[in-house]
């Protein structure tokens, strides 16, 4: 690693689908060890966020820069941007038939360069944490999982890769409240021990109740429309977004009407099958 200082960062970031800007300016820092929440509206252009730092084809990225430890993220293709570092737990992960977990991270490790042996151990040791049964590892990853099933899965590969950065997207979503609990200490417990840094997209303060976010962002049309502390989630929770942003910044955009699907652009690892 070289001396560059350690931080994702996004600047400026703009980004559109077709011809319609969804991010329209995101600024952020996230250093080892922090945890950023990103709340907002339906819409707002959270997920978008995601695609577009993870490489999702579909997205045009229209300016700004987006760096993890000094390195230029938009110019690599998404095998590199996880090689970097990152990490992104999709909203709705994808399903691999003939495909196991094992299998997969066998195939980052050696992509990376890295002892596959330790992974596969990493692993065993990961699904032990998550209290995810071991005959999981071999199955095809995430056919027939349950919604939450699939969000443990994803924290387990986060765990056994050693990412330096997660996006979660909504990674609360489906669990039920012991495995949100388990999940959410997981992650917590990373940040703490191996420096992980987070952006942690959702809707809920439950789970923002053992991740303990340092900064709280609120998207509303593509932009950080207010920034705070933790007390700005039971703002949020006590007035809503359109207490806390105003009416007009609340209301949801009507980008979508008439756009493109990200699927329209060709091939899209990202896509769920089941959609
Ligand atoms: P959020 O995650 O905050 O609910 P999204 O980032 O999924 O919002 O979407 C933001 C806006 O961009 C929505 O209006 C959505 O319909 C539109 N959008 C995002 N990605 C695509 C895409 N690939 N194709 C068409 N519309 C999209
Ligand atoms: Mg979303």
Redesign the pocket.
Known sequence: MSGSERVLRIEGLRAC?GDVE?LNGIDLEVRPGEVHAVM??????????SHVLMGRP??TVTGGTATIDGVDLLGLATWERAQAGLFLCLQHPTEVPGVSLDALLAEAARAGGRDVVAVHDALRTEAGRLGIDERFLDRPLNVDLSGGEKKRNETLQLGALGARYAVLDEIDSGLDVDALATVSRRIQEATDEDGLGVLA?THFSRLLEVLEPDRVHV?AHGTIAASGGPELVDRLEAEGYGGVLGDAAADE?E??VG????ADFGEDPFADPLA
């Open positions: 689908v969804i907002g509206p339906n819409g707002s252009g959270k997920s978008t966020l579909g997205y997209i998207l955009p980008t979508s756009l493109p699907h990200a």
